[in-house]
T-cell receptor
Framework: GQNIDQPTEMTATEGAIVQINCTYQ??????LFWYQQHAGEAPTFLSY??LDGLEEKGRFSSFLSRSKGYSYLLLKELQMKDSASYLC??????????WGAGTKLIIKP | ETGVTQTPRHLVMGMTNKKSLKCEQH?????MYWYKQSAKKPLELMFV???????ENNSVPSRFSPECPNSSHLFLHLHTLQPEDSALYLC??????????????FGPGTRLTVL
C-alpha cells in the first residue's frame, strides 16, 4: 500500500529552527508537496520538489532524497504565525496526491 | 477575488436533511476536487473532475453526490448523512490533471456537523 509518515506534533521556540520530516512509500513518484494549514483555514501551497536536493524560499526550505523516500521542511527564524499544521503529499504514478496526516507545529515564546 | 471560495463555511444538519456545498474557483483551472478532512487523518480524496467530467470516485457512499456544471463551479449534494460524516470538506482546483507538479489550490472548507 501507499504510505506517508510524518510526526503528529512538534514544539519549537520563537526565533529557532525546526525540521519537519516526511517519509513515503508510494507507487511511483511525480513530486512531493508541502502545504501549510492554519486552524480552520485552507491548506496553502508552500513548496514542490521533484529532484533531489534543497529548495529554498525565504525562511522555508524543502529537501528531497528520492532514493531514501524522504523529505523535510525546514523553518528558520520561527515566528508565532508559523504555528500551523504542515502537510506532506506525494504525487504517485497516476498523478494522484497521497497525503500524510499532517504535523501540528506549536511555537512557544 | 479569492482564488477558491466555498459556501457555507459552517453547516449543521440532521440525518434526514438534504443540503448542498458550493465551490467556485477564479483561477481558470480545468480540474476540481472534493476532499474530506477528519481530525488527525490524511486528506481523503472523494471526487475529481476534469473539464466538467468526473474522472475519479474513490468509493464514496451514494449519500454524497457531486455536480460540476462548468469548470468554475463544483457542488456536493448531501442527503441522509451519518454522524461519522461530520468533518471539514475541502474543495480544490488545479490547472490540469495528470501533469507533473500540478499544484492544487484549496478553498477554506465547509465545517459539517451531522446530528
Amino acid at each position: 500500500g501507499q504510505n506517508i509518515d510524518q510526526p503528529t506534533e512538534m514544539t519549537a521556540t520563537e526565533g529557532a529552527i525546526v525540521q519537519i520530516n516526511c517519509t513515503y512509500q508510494t507507487s511511483g513518484f511525480n513530486g512531493l508537496f508541502w502545504y501549510q494549514q492554519h486552524a480552520g483555514e485552507a491548506p496553502t501551497f508552500l513548496s514542490y520538489n521533484v529532484l533531489d536536493g534543497l529548495e529554498e524560499k525565504g525562511r522555508f526550505s524543502s529537501f528531497l532524497s528520492r532514493s531514501k523516500g524522504y523529505s523535510y521542511l525546514l523553518l528558520k527564524e520561527l515566528q508565532m504565525k508559523d504555528s500551523a499544521s504542515y502537510l506532506c503529499a506525494v504525487m504517485d504514478s497516476n498523478y494522484q496526491l497521497i497525503w500524510g496526516a499532517g504535523t501540528k507545529l506549536i511555537i512557544k515564546p | 477575488e479569492t482564488g477558491v471560495t466555498q459556501t457555507p463555511r459552517h453547516l449543521v444538519m440532521g440525518m434526514t436533511n438534504k443540503k448542498s456545498l458550493k465551490c467556485e474557483q477564479h483561477l481558470g483551472h480545468n480540474a476540481m476536487y472534493w476532499y474530506k478532512q477528519s481530525a488527525k487523518k490524511p486528506l481523503e480524496l472523494m471526487f475529481v473532475y476534469s473539464l466538467e467530467e468526473r474522472v475519479e470516485n474513490n468509493s464514496v457512499p451514494s449519500r454524497f453526490s457531486p455536480e460540476c456544471p462548468n469548470s468554475s463551479h463544483l457542488f456536493l449534494h448531501l442527503h441522509t448523512l451519518q454522524p461519522e460524516d461530520s468533518a471539514l470538506y475541502l474543495c480544490a482546483s488545479s490547472q490540469r490533471l495528470a501533469i507533473e507538479g500540478d499544484t492544487q489550490y484549496f478553498g477554506p472548507g465547509t465545517r459539517l456537523t451531522v446530528l
